[in-house]
């Protein structure tokens, strides 16, 4: 509900006189609109929400419910779904922690530097959200494999990257860095060299400068990021899938655990652990809200 201030300006004897007074707008849930159409784009908002998101999920939780909680409990601590969802979330975990730092590094390039080919990299920085994911992971299988270019370099040394939860990890990297770059990137942007000059001035030090002066502000930039890359992570399928060698325990994600389960005709318990990853992401939802809802509150923009 909306204040508005209404200033009344009088005059006794020979003084002016101002009188405020503050008045309390009515909460209104159609505020007035110089474009007409109100009722249908709303309507039709609420009904492709609700058959595109909404119904699915209530169907999912249902039946999920369905069990009870002692089925869904038997279902979702059953030790081969616990060490997917451990490996799942390690791997992305990790990835997303590696895409802050080297993500940050390169919008902080892509940003304060003019090089030849700078255009190129930051074009190519969108790949992933254009390249299938099963033809990433194919590409980065054969990359990183014992045979591969990379792999085999490694191989001599006893360490293999593919067909490991290291894969994985690559994989997610992959597919989770322009979250990074391009949450952080227009950040960057809006921060003027005279601040960075005045900071100088002043008698501080580039390190100084960076974890004083820019980090503040890019926190809320570097946290969504990471919130937003780790999601991505949680739930990637078809990049993983070639890389990770798929040993149950060992290198076996949750979202391909549901398909082995669906092709076992086993949609019971493939619903259980669907509903874990869902309440899972909805808890990353919520944090990434509260702190968009933060950065707005103290910079006054939304990222």
Request: no cysteine; net charge positive.
């Amino acid at each position: 509900m909306a204040a508005f201030s209404t200033r009344f300006t009088f005059r006794r004897g020979n003084r002016r006189m101002v009188l405020t007074t503050r008045k309390r707008a009515r909460w209104r849930f159609r505020q007035p609109s110089v474009i007409p159409g109100f009722g249908l784009t709303f309507g039709f908002m609420i009904a492709y929400f609700s058959l595109i998101i909404l119904i699915p999920l209530i169907a999912l939780g249902i039946r999920s419910a369905g069990l009870g909680f002692d089925g869904f409990w038997r279902y979702a601590t059953d030790p081969r779904v616990l060490g997917a969802l451990r490996v799942s979330f390690s791997t992305a975990l990790i990835a997303a922690l590696v895409n802050v730092v080297f993500g940050t590094l390169l919008a902080w390039v892509l940003v304060r530097y003019r090089f030849p080919g700078r255009r190129i990299v930051d074009a190519i920085i969108d790949l992933p959200f254009a390249l299938p994911t099963a033809v990433a992971g194919i590409a980065l299988t054969a990359i990183y494999a014992p045979n591969g270019p990379i792999g085999a370099f490694f191989a001599p040394f006893g360490i293999r990257l593919a067909y490991t939860p290291a894969g994985i990890v690559i994989a997610l990297i992959f597919v989770g860095l322009p979250f990074m770059v391009r949450t952080v990137q227009p950040v960057l942007e809006e921060v003027q060299h005279e601040i960075e000059e005045a900071a100088a001035t002043l008698g501080a030090n580039r390190w100084q400068t960076v974890t004083r002066v820019l980090l503040p502000g890019l926190t809320p930039a570097i946290l969504t990021g990471f919130a937003l890359a780790f999601a991505r992570a949680v739930g990637e399928y078809g990049s993983v899938v070639f890389i990770a060698g798929n040993i149950p325990l060992v290198s076996e994600i949750a979202p391909l655990l549901i398909v082995i389960r669906l092709e076992e005709f086993n949609y019971v318990g493939a619903t259980v652990i669907a509903a874990v990853m869902l309440m899972i992401s909805f808890a990353l939802l919520f944090i990434i809200n509260l702190i968009q809802a933060w950065s707005r509150r103290r910079f006054g923009y939304a990222l």
